[in-house]
C-alpha cells in the first residue's frame, strides 16, 4: 500500500538548518507529485509547496520562500525539505503527502515530523 | 490567497447525531475543495475530494456537497470513531490553503 514514512523529530538551535526526509513505497514514485505542510497550534495547516518527482521542479508558497528548500532522490524515492535560518516560530510538525497539481489532490500523508527549535 | 472561513470551530455532538460543517471561500474554487479528518498525533487522512468524491474506503455517513463559494460536509449518525478534527482544502487556486478546522466531540 501506499506509505510515506518521514524521518524523527529534531530539536535545533536558532539560526540553524534542518532537513527532513519523506520515503515513499507503494507506488511509481515519479508519477506523483510530494507536497510539504506545516502544522502548528496557532497557525493550523500551511501549504509549503511541492516539488515535482520527476524533473525536480518546485513551487513554493511564497510565505515560505528562503526558508524551505525542496529537493529529491528518485533513486531512493525520497523527498526531503531543508528549513533554514531556524526560529522558534518554525517550530512545528511537518507533513509530506502524495500530490498531483493542479487537480487532483493530497491523498496520503507521511506520519509527520516534529522540529523544535530552541537555545 | 484564498481565505478558507470554517465553521464552528467546535462541534458536541451524541452517537447517531448528523453534523455539518461548512466552508466559505474567498473566492469562486470550482468544487476544488476536500475534507481531511485528524486524529491526535494522526497525519490527516483524506475523506472527500472535489467537494463531493468519497474516497474508496471511506464510510457512506461522509458527504460533501456545495458549489462556487459555500461548501459543506456533513457526517450522517456520528459513530465514536468519528470523534477527531476536520479541515477544509482548498486547491483550485495555488497556493491550496486550508480551513482552520471544526473539532468534533462527544456531548
Redesign the interface.
Given at each position: 500500500q501506499v506509505q510515506l514514512q518521514q524521518s524523527g523529530a529534531e530539536l535545533a538551535k536558532p539560526g540553524s538548518s534542518v532537513k527532513i526526509s519523506c520515503k515513499a513505497s507503494g507506488y511509481t514514485f515519479t508519477s506523483y507529485y510530494i507536497s510539504w505542510i506545516k502544522q502548528t497550534t496557532g497557525q493550523g495547516l500551511e501549504y509549503i509547496g511541492y516539488i515535482n518527482t520527476g524533473s525536480g521542479g518546485t513551487n513554493y508558497n511564497e510565505k515560505f520562500k528562503g526558508k524551505a528548500t525542496l529537493t529529491v532522490d528518485k533513486s531512493s524515492s525520497t523527498a526531503f525539505m531543508q528549513l533554514s535560518s531556524l526560529t522558534p516560530d518554525d517550530s512545528a510538525v511537518y507533513y509530506c503527502a502524495r500530490d498531483l497539481p493542479p487537480y487532483d489532490v493530497m491523498d496520503a500523508w507521511g506520519q509527520g515530523a516534529s522540529v523544535t527549535v530552541s537555545s | 490567497d484564498i481565505q478558507m472561513t470554517q465553521s464552528p470551530p467546535s462541534l458536541s455532538a451524541s452517537l447517531g447525531d448528523k453534523v455539518t460543517i461548512t466552508c466559505q471561500t474567498s473566492q469562486n474554487i470550482n468544487k476544488?475543495i476536500?475534507w481531511y479528518q485528524q486524529k491526535p498525533g494522526?497525519?490527516?487522512?483524506?475523506l472527500i475530494?472535489?467537494t463531493s468524491r468519497l474516497?474508496s474506503g471511506i464510510p457512506s455517513r461522509f458527504s460533501g456537497s456545495g458549489s462556487g463559494r459555500d461548501y459543506s460536509f456533513s457526517i450522517s449518525n456520528v459513530e465514536s470513531e468519528d470523534i477527531a478534527s476536520y479541515?477544509c482544502?482548498q486547491?483550485d487556486n495555488?497556493?491550496?490553503?486550508?480551513?482552520?478546522?471544526t473539532k468534533l466531540e462527544l456531548k
Open positions: - | 476544488y476536500a494522526k497525519a490527516p487522512r483524506l475530494g472535489f474516497v479541515y482544502l486547491y495555488s497556493p491550496n490553503t486550508f480551513g482552520a478546522g
